[in-house]
């Protein structure tokens, strides 16, 4: 079965009944040896126990196979592993490959004899080699889990092969994943989903549940929710119960299927026992994530989830714990209600829930009077979290060092916890982006590190390439002006600049990233440097700039005068050279005043007036977007490294 990714699965578990399936035809074998269970059954069901003991001492291999499955199921005769495992073994070593199998399955478990994975791997070995099929996927989990052998996902990708190939289910399901997660073998969706559709068509419910998830996500599949929910629905129907939740998911975000709370939580209730701190933690969980058919949050069952919150929480289940104060500190519960959140996040942490210590980090400055706090030191509450892996824990100590709150200033703490941080995996809403951006500061800095200007500059590229900020792009514009780390690239260097100016909110004078971005491109553009490929592009780049970029530094000022004035990249353009230079020029840049003079001694009267109209719209739009994002930038600067 597989384990939730988030309420769907990321592994399988290999079980299986592993007296009473018929292994696929051999050759070069005794005709007896490949007969199916039914007929040994058959043969030897209606007999007197004693009876089958006597053909058994005779070395008739079937009936001691038949001896060893009644013995391990009690056909016919009171459970004996003892028995069933001396019986077995005999079978085995006559060379019968199920009974070899079923050998290492007892090995592997330690039914009637003393648990011994190694000698299980022979056994394994001995019918897998004679094409027995599920020994062939056993054999293939112990070399992909190294278990009574050395790990070797080559072979356990082998093996899986030639079980798949006699059309086995599990080797199928085995393959799918191997392709899917990439283990062993090049990551190709596509294949996975053909392995799992190979065995979801045969009915297995891994398979089913699998290909699923693949058509939820688009992986390897066109991205089709319909298909999706019909192939959980399967899994349901072939008792996964998993598919299950998988299904309640989809109900609940309406992907495929109608949005329906109540039939989300009809599945959930289908899949977890709600009387049990996972199903009552379950199903507060799916609450949080109700909508109304407009896919708006139903505040409303907030209160609801509280309570199936609670219920798992006063049992001791520190995610439970974390989730009803999560509720409580959001003002999910009522804004008068926050400081709750306390008494919940202590016991989540106490029970060693790594969110609820990196959240008992913060809270001190939040609730700075709070009674049940003092007792608490931030800092050894977001070691703790780190020391357990998460990720703001270990990018919030990272920060801590770095300026000295709450610790000694401490670069080479800093690095340690920010190289931690980006070691997570990378997607679009976690602080890795922000973690690869800071340590190519250090790297670039040589702050609690050794100073690697190439380290800097893949460390730049990788948080621009899976972020939404501009700071990674100016630098890396930066290090491309100058041949820092990388050739010098006039080119390269002007198209980070403008990249940076496609992220966050305009910039304002405080707004350091986008107005860098906005200097360093003109300033380039201005000395002819780093013209995009279409030159006719620089002109939709500056007008861009202008009507979305506000333009607030005085250097950036000047810089737009000097184009407009030159017209060596556009068209010479008095009008909005003047005004721009008078932008410029009233914050006291003196290179402006003089660039102004000199353009307005060549101006007509009437373009004189028509500049001054122009610049009091510009100084209008400018000083408005000055007010609007002030408030929301010095927060962010507030926040930030």
Same mark, same amino acid.
Request: hydrophobic share 35%; proline share 3%.
């Given at each position: 079965?597989?384990?939730?990714?988030?309420?769907?699965?990321?592994?399988?578990?290999?079980?299986?009944?592993?007296?009473?399936?018929?292994?696929?035809?051999?050759?070069?074998?005794?005709?007896?040896?490949?007969?199916?269970?039914?007929?040994?059954?058959?043969?030897?069901?209606?007999?007197?126990?004693?009876?089958?003991?006597?053909?058994?001492?005779?070395?008739?291999?079937?009936?001691?196979?038949?001896?060893?499955?009644?013995?391990?199921?009690?056909?016919?005769?009171?459970?004996?592993?003892?028995?069933?495992?001396?019986?077995?073994?005999?079978?085995?070593?006559?060379?019968?490959?199920?009974?070899?199998?079923?050998?290492?399955?007892?090995?592997?478990?330690?039914?009637?004899? *003393? #648990?011994?994975?190694?000698?299980? +791997?022979? @056994? %394994? =070995? $001995?019918?897998?080699?004679?094409?027995?099929?599920? !020994? /062939? &996927?056993?054999?293939?989990?112990?070399?992909?889990?190294?278990?009574?052998? *050395? #790990?070797?996902?080559?072979?356990? +990708?082998? @093996? %899986? =092969? $030639?079980?798949?190939?006699?059309?086995?289910?599990? !080797? /199928? &399901?085995?393959?799918?994943?191997?392709?899917?997660?990439?283990?062993?073998?090049?990551?190709?969706?596509?294949?996975?989903?053909?392995? %799992?559709?190979?065995?979801?068509?045969?009915?297995?419910?891994?398979? /089913?549940?699998?290909?699923?998830?693949?058509?939820?996500?688009?992986?390897?599949?066109?991205?089709?929710?319909?298909?999706?929910?019909?192939?959980?629905?399967?899994?349901?129907?072939?008792?996964?119960?998993?598919?299950?939740?998988?299904?309640?998911?989809?109900?609940?975000?309406?992907?495929?299927?109608?949005?329906?709370?109540?039939?989300?939580?009809?599945?959930?209730?289908?899949?977890?026992?709600?009387?049990?701190?996972?199903?009552?933690?379950?199903?507060?969980?799916?609450?949080?994530?109700?909508?109304?058919?407009?896919?708006?949050?139903?505040?409303?069952?907030?209160?609801?989830?509280?309570?199936?919150?609670?219920?798992?929480?006063?049992?001791?289940?520190?995610?439970?714990?974390?989730?009803?104060?999560?509720?409580?500190?959001?003002?999910?519960?009522?804004?008068?209600?926050?400081?709750?959140?306390?008494?919940?996040?202590?016991?989540?942490?106490?029970?060693?829930?790594?969110?609820?210590?990196?959240?008992?980090?913060?809270?001190?400055?939040?609730?700075?009077?709070?009674?049940?706090?003092?007792?608490?030191?931030?800092?050894?509450?977001?070691?703790?979290?780190?020391?357990?892996?998460?990720?703001?824990?270990?990018?919030?100590?990272?920060?801590?060092?770095?300026?000295?709150?709450?610790?000694?200033?401490?670069?080479?703490?800093?690095?340690?916890?920010?190289?931690?941080?980006?070691?997570?995996?990378?997607?679009?809403?976690?602080?890795?982006?922000?973690?690869?951006?800071?340590?190519?500061?250090?790297?670039?800095?040589?702050?609690?590190?050794?100073?690697?200007?190439?380290?800097?500059?893949?460390?730049?590229?990788?948080?621009?390439?899976?972020?939404?900020?501009?700071?990674?792009?100016?630098?890396?514009?930066?290090?491309?002006?100058?041949?820092?780390?990388?050739?010098?690239?006039?080119?390269?260097?002007?198209?980070?600049?403008?990249?940076?100016?496609?992220?966050?909110?305009?910039?304002?004078?405080?707004?350091?990233?986008?107005?860098?971005?906005?200097?360093?491109?003109?300033?380039?553009?201005?000395?002819?440097?780093?013209?995009?490929?279409?030159?006719?592009?620089?002109?939709?780049?500056?007008?861009?700039?202008?009507?979305?970029?506000?333009?607030?530094?005085?250097?950036?000022?000047?810089?737009?005068?000097?184009?407009?004035?030159?017209?060596?990249?556009?068209?010479?353009?008095?009008?909005?050279?003047?005004?721009?230079?008078?932008?410029?020029?009233?914050?006291?840049?003196?290179?402006?005043?003089?660039?102004?003079?000199?353009?307005?001694?060549?101006?007509?009267?009437?373009?004189?007036?028509?500049?001054?109209?122009?610049?009091?719209?510009?100084?209008?739009?400018?000083?408005?977007?000055?007010?609007?994002?002030?408030?929301?930038?010095?927060?962010?600067?507030?926040?930030?490294?």
């Amino acid at each position: 079965m597989k384990t939730p990714r988030f309420g769907f699965f990321v592994a399988t578990i290999f079980l299986v009944n592993i007296f009473h399936l018929q292994a696929e035809n051999s050759t070069n074998v005794p005709a007896s040896f490949q007969e199916s269970w039914l007929t040994i059954s058959n043969r030897w069901g209606g007999m007197p126990i004693d009876s089958v003991k006597q053909a058994a001492e005779t070395n008739e291999v079937t009936a001691q196979f038949y001896l060893g499955c009644s013995f391990s199921d009690g056909l016919g005769i009171e459970k004996n592993p003892a028995e069933a495992f001396k019986w077995m073994k005999l079978a085995a070593q006559q060379g019968m490959a199920r009974a070899q199998r079923n050998l290492g399955e007892m090995l592997d478990n330690g039914t009637g004899v *003393e #648990k011994n994975s190694a000698e299980a +791997f022979g @056994w %394994y =070995q $001995k019918a897998a080699q004679q094409g027995d099929a599920w !020994a /062939q &996927v056993d054999i293939g989990y112990d070399y992909q889990s190294g278990i009574g052998t *050395e #790990k070797n996902v080559n072979e356990a +990708f082998g @093996w %899986y =092969q $030639k079980s798949a190939a006699q059309g086995n289910t599990q !080797a /199928q &399901v085995k393959l799918g994943l191997m392709y899917e997660n990439g283990n062993g073998v090049s990551q190709d969706y596509a294949q996975a989903a053909n392995f %799992y559709r190979l065995a979801a068509e045969q009915g297995n419910a891994d398979g /089913q549940n699998n290909l699923g998830w693949l058509y939820k996500n688009g992986w390897g599949v066109p991205l089709n929710y319909i298909e999706a929910a019909k192939w959980f629905q399967k899994a349901v129907e072939s008792g996964e119960l998993m598919g299950a939740e998988n299904l309640a998911w989809m109900y609940i975000y309406g992907n495929g299927v109608e949005r329906n709370n109540e039939m989300a939580e009809r599945w959930i209730l289908k899949t977890f026992d709600t009387n049990s701190v996972e199903g009552q933690y379950k199903m507060g969980d799916f609450i949080t994530h109700e909508f109304d058919s407009n896919g708006h949050e139903i505040d409303a069952n907030f209160f609801r989830a509280a309570e199936w919150f609670r219920l798992a929480a006063e049992k001791g289940d520190a995610k439970a714990q974390f989730q009803l104060a999560e509720l409580y500190n959001y003002g999910k519960l009522g804004n008068d209600q926050r400081s709750n959140c306390i008494p919940w996040y202590l016991k989540s942490a106490a029970n060693g829930d790594a969110e609820a210590q990196a959240e008992i980090g913060k809270l001190h400055e939040f609730y700075p009077n709070s009674d049940l706090l003092k007792s608490v030191n931030p800092i050894d509450s977001l070691k703790q979290a780190a020391e357990q892996g998460d990720l703001s824990a270990e990018f919030d100590l990272a920060h801590r060092y770095h300026i000295g709150d709450g610790v000694p200033k401490d670069p080479a703490e800093a690095f340690k916890w920010m190289d931690k941080a980006a070691q997570h995996d990378i997607s679009p809403v976690t602080l890795t982006i922000d973690a690869h951006y800071y340590l190519g500061v250090m790297y670039e800095t040589g702050e609690g590190v050794t100073k690697n200007l190439t380290n800097a500059f893949q460390l730049y590229q990788e948080a621009a390439v899976g972020g939404n900020k501009p700071e990674p792009f100016v630098r890396l514009g930066q290090m491309y002006e100058n041949g820092e780390g990388v050739p010098q690239d006039d080119r390269l260097a002007a198209e980070n600049y403008y990249q940076a100016l496609q992220f966050g909110f305009f910039p304002t004078s405080d707004d350091t990233a986008r107005c860098t971005a906005i200097e360093n491109l003109l300033g380039l553009y201005v000395q002819r440097r780093g013209f995009p490929d279409d030159t006719n592009l620089v002109n939709q780049q500056l007008t861009e700039i202008k009507r979305n970029h506000p333009v607030t530094t005085a250097k950036a000022q000047f810089l737009l005068g000097q184009i407009y004035f030159q017209g060596k990249i556009v068209p010479q353009n008095l009008v909005e050279a003047a005004a721009w230079l008078r932008l410029s020029s009233n914050q006291s840049l003196d290179e402006a005043r003089k660039e102004l003079e000199q353009v307005e001694s060549g101006m007509s009267s009437e373009q004189k007036e028509a500049a001054k109209s122009r610049f009091d719209d510009l100084d209008k739009s400018i000083g408005g977007a000055k007010r609007s994002y002030q408030q929301l930038e010095n927060y962010r600067r507030s926040h930030s490294w």
